[in-house]
């Protein structure tokens, strides 16, 4: 079964980190490009952060710069999203996916991705 398994949300302080983790099962992550998107309550789902499967090339969306890290542990074929100085704007579900299609999946168009997670939450409140 092919699939995606996130993990790692939690409730956390304004100014606190979190590690999100994103197995791979039945396939080899290292041949997608694996991004991040979230999903607050209320909005439509917005892509935050992509790595890339040729040259591990990163883009992060301008509000988590330099807050976010975006990693890939082949062996372990986890994608990780590191969180720091989250803020309460940061609140949603995360959701991590997979894409085929090259430079097509720099977009972040939903409908390009083959594969996504059931999510995980991440609430940051005082």
């Known amino acids: 079964q092919l699939q995606l398994v996130e993990s790692g949300g939690d409730l956390v302080q304004p100014g606190g980190s979190l590690r999100l983790s994103c197995v791979g099962s039945?396939?080899?992550?290292?041949?997608?490009?694996m991004s991040w998107f979230r999903q607050a309550p209320g909005k439509e789902r917005e892509g935050v952060s992509y790595?890339?499967?040729?040259?591990?090339?990163?883009w992060y969306e301008k509000s988590v710069t330099g807050r976010f890290t975006i990693s890939r542990d082949s062996a372990e074929n986890t994608v990780y999203l590191q969180m720091d100085s989250l803020k309460p704007e940061d609140t949603a579900v995360y959701y991590c996916?997979?894409?085929?299609?090259?430079?097509?999946?720099?977009?972040?168009?939903?409908?390009?991705?083959?594969?996504w997670g059931q999510g995980t939450q991440v609430t940051v409140s005082s």
């Open positions: 039945g396939f080899t992550l290292d041949y997608y490009v």
């Open positions: 996916a997979a894409c085929s299609v090259g430079y097509r999946c720099y977009d972040l168009r939903e409908n390009e991705y083959d594969y």
């Open positions: 790595i890339s499967n040729t040259d591990g090339s990163t």
